[in-house]
Nanobody, 118 residues
Framework: QVQLVESGGGLVQAGGSLRLSCAASGSISSIYRMGWYRQAPGKQREVVATVTSGGSTNYADSVKGRFTLSAISRANAKNTMYLQMNSMSPEDTAVYYC?????????WGQGTPVTVSS
């Protein structure tokens, strides 16, 4: 089992920045990839960015050049990663979910809401 705890969401003005954090605990040795997904009201959940345990990152086209995902750091029996979001726009408003992939399962965090005002 893997437990995920997110933090850092909130309200920001257009053009501003936020940093989201995700801490994974439990069977973290089984995690090969972590990522952030988001779901806006009335829309399907979509991938924002992912990072593998080897450090390879991928970004959605809509966030390239604005969002930066850190490598997965391991300390104190936790895997932690950060999503730095810059130059934010109202289109970034959504609930952001952290996810961790193991060989057989994807685990989800509870989600943290992000609202960008115009």
């Amino acid at each position: 089992q893997v437990q995920l705890v997110e933090s850092g969401g909130g309200l920001v003005q257009a053009g501003g920045s936020l940093r989201l954090s995700c801490a994974a605990s439990g069977s973290i040795s089984s995690i090969y990839r972590m990522g952030w997904y988001r779901q806006a009201p009335g829309k399907q959940r979509e991938v924002v960015a992912t990072v593998t345990s080897g450090g390879s990152t991928n970004y959605a086209d809509s966030v390239k050049g604005r969002f930066t995902l850190s490598a997965i750091s391991r300390a104190n029996a936790k895997n932690t990663m950060y999503l730095q979001m810059n130059s934010m726009s109202p289109e970034d408003t959504a609930v952001y979910y952290c996810a961790a992939d193991t060989l057989f399962l994807r685990y989800w965090g509870q989600g943290t809401p992000v609202t960008v005002s115009s």
